[in-house]
DNA sequence: CTGAAAGCGCTTACAG
DNA sequence: CTGAAAGCGCTTACAG
């Protein structure tokens, strides 16, 4: 800036004014600036200006995630960078894969490069610890989890009733032995279909068998073993739900081995690209991942703008979508 | 860090020293610093020190994609994440939905943010702008697709080979009216996909035949509608070859629509989450998004550390993964 | 409308 | 080992 200032042979403060687009300033200067810039191939240097701004603001925004490869979380990625955009914001995504070191690592990694705040998919059981960045001025908007012990706003989806939903489906046409296969329990999101899936068996007086329930199935091939041990019981489930799209995934390719998919009931929650391809069609519980970006990041660009109310909880709605799969009756 | 060094009753000098670990610091003041560091909640401004060191990097990159929600950009993502992560490098993600004007905005503004260098997937078709950009220190390697005028790093699949091999199958087993379905053709990929189908046709001594090749098929639906119309002509192709993962997919519901499944043959390019499961399974040449990304994040960081040898370009093989589609005969 | 000066939060020679 | 001072690239009152 002072090379340009010198070869446009004006001030500093006048480079400034050019460079951030003020109208006060003398259209002639203003060209010789503008012509300088291009010569000397100037770029303005954002962290130093934001440095020195009164708003102090970088533009940018953190986004933590579970895994920026899983649909899930891309979709959502996605989302928010669109809503970001619209306002010239970037967004630093990253992966917490289920780690709570690698979240307060990031945010205090994100926090000193002073993103203006930040949309989490939180790995830990204990968000407090972001009570001193807030009260420092950051927002924090949580997306898919609550957040835990800390109140803040949170988008997330209708989990225990899209879950209770599927499952009633299957109730509703006679299935009584449905075996539940569930991400890893300490993430709320698995506790809450979970909950789902009891309160379905409850309406229909059904008590829940723990041998047929399986909780902290990560992977698709975890999800895709362990539905294969079930699915060989003597007293094997008619019918499977699984609550995350890689456990759901595990499911398919274990009935699939097994030449089942025609007889074993399936609902999945979340829904995967070539569902309906599938035969039987896959039947899921869709949630909306975009709409949760969109609405994170509304409700963060809004607190950015100063919005002091309280914090909300947004609940997106999910969407039972019958293919087939979950259709299938149990055998008589 | 004012406040800390007046808690601690030191100078800046010293907290500076302890914040960033020098060895050189008396036991006692560390501690001081450390607790007042503690006392105040104390975050260091990154930013700020940038501007002030020697080597002034940010230790950000830059990472521009086609689309981050797009499943080959995302296991792109994550693995350049993933080899950032092990040197304590964040990076900063944007999609560029093939917008040429989107890849200039966003490396101008990330420039502005002194990103440390860039991994692009290119949108427009002439790179040589940021020749002002690397002369002023910032290095660039181009992933998925070469740079154009622009001498640079790359690390591109093996397009041309791959699409060949996958159409030499399909004439390798008698198809001889083989349709081609692809992206925008100013995608520098579609364009060797296109000249390896080419080339296998000319092997097998086939003339192509305009009238079936589809160009500039850039969704699902849109290639959904291609195939379907150039399936119901009187002359239809026997066999069907998609440059893309959402064309592929469109390619698969239109066969799907016309109960054509079992009859057309088809191979995708690009391997998709449940193409094993499908009836027929759909053959693909399967690439290594994340092989790419590494790769190219590997040698972005290899010129942070002062590589200064020629440019180079790696080239990734693509693999074919018969799975049934891609192995239907024509009709006799 | 324009410029000189102070200062954002930090690091780094330079003395001591 | 420690501190005072200069300065990274910028913005912003403050005079003129």
Redesign the pocket.
């Known amino acids: 800036?002072?090379e340009?200032a010198a070869l446009a042979?004006?001030?500093?403060?006048?480079?400034?004014?050019v460079?951030?687009g003020w109208?006060?300033?003398?259209p002639?200067?203003?060209e010789r600036v503008h012509r300088a810039v291009g010569l000397l191939g100037?770029?303005?240097?954002f962290a130093?200006?934001a440095?020195?701004?009164?708003?102090?603001k970088t533009a940018t925004i953190g986004l933590l995630l579970e895994d920026v490869s899983n649909p899930f979380s891309a979709t959502l990625h996605r989302a928010v960078e669109d809503a970001a955009e619209e306002r010239g914001v970037r967004v630093l995504a990253a992966s917490l894969d289920e780690n709570p070191e690698r979240e307060r690592e990031l945010v205090s990694s994100l926090v000193a490069r002073r993103v203006d705040g930040f949309i989490i998919v939180p790995a830990g059981e204990d968000q407090s610890y972001l009570l001193v960045e807030r009260r420092a001025g950051t927002p924090f908007v949580f997306a898919d989890r609550p957040p835990r012990h800390l109140a803040a706003d949170s988008v997330v989806a209708d989990n225990r009733a899209g879950a209770a939903a599927a499952v009633a489906q299957l109730t509703g046409i006679g299935h009584r032995r449905i075996g539940f296969l569930g991400d890893l329990f300490s993430i709320p999101t698995a506790q809450e279909r979970f909950a789902g899936y009891l309160e379905a068996l409850g309406s229909a007086a059904i008590a829940p068998d723990d041998a047929i329930i399986l909780h902290d199935l990560h992977t698709a091939e975890a999800a895709e073993a362990a539905a294969l041990t079930l699915l060989e019981r003597p007293d094997a489930p008619t019918a499977l739900f699984t609550g995350q799209n890689l456990v759901t995934i595990g499911g398919i390719r274990a009935l699939r081995q097994l030449a089942l998919e025609h007889q074993v009931a399936h609902v999945g929650f979340d829904d995967l690209v070539l569902a309906d391809i599938i035969q039987p069609g896959l039947s899921v519980v869709a949630q909306d991942s975009g709409e949760i970006g969109r609405l994170a990041a509304e409700c963060l660009f809004r607190r950015l703008d100063g919005d002091k109310g309280p914090h909300r909880t947004l609940v997106v709605p999910t969407r039972f979508i019958a293919r087939g799969s979950g259709e299938i009756p149990p055998p008589r």
Request: net charge neutral.
């Open positions: 800036m002072r340009v042979d004006v001030s500093l403060s006048t480079v400034s004014r460079v951030n109208s006060n300033v003398d002639e200067l203003a100037y770029q303005h240097n130093a200006s440095l020195r701004r009164t708003d102090g």
